[in-house]
């Protein structure tokens, strides 16, 4: 079982940065998958980055040049990194935790962390 809490949202101006922190409890491998996604109400939950075995990264189109994720000093804590924040991604930032154990897949998600951008 694997616990997800999020952190670090809030309320900042357009161009201003926020970093958002993933603690992960648990049973925690480094094949393991995290990443971090968000969603607009009405919208599906989209992919924003996310992080894999060998330092593999990959952004989505919206957060590249602007958003880095990374593991944290902290053990199994991921933080993605936002500069130059736009209205456009105010949005509910959620933590994702992804793993492939032979032929099952697991997925955990935390409970979400709003990100508000002004002007």
């Known amino acids: 079982q694997v616990q997800l809490v999020e952190s670090g949202g809030g309320l900042v101006q357009a161009g201003e940065s926020l970093r958002l922190f993933c603690a992960a409890s648990?049973?925690?491998?480094?094949?393991?998958?995290m990443g971090w996604y968000r969603q607009a109400p009405g919208k599906q939950r989209e992919l924003v980055a996310f992080i894999a075995s060998g330092d593999i990264r990959d952004y989505a189109d919206s957060a590249k040049d602007r958003f880095t994720i990374a593991s944290a000093d902290t053990k199994n804590t991921v933080y993605l990194q936002m500069d130059s924040l736009k209205p456009e991604d105010a949005d509910v930032y959620y933590c994702?935790?992804?793993?492939?154990?032979?032929?099952?897949?697991?997925?955990?998600w935390g409970q979400g962390t709003q990100v508000t951008v002004s002007s």
């Open positions: 994702n935790f992804r793993r492939v154990d032979g032929f099952l897949e697991y997925e955990y």
């Open positions: 648990g049973s925690i491998f480094s094949a393991d998958i």
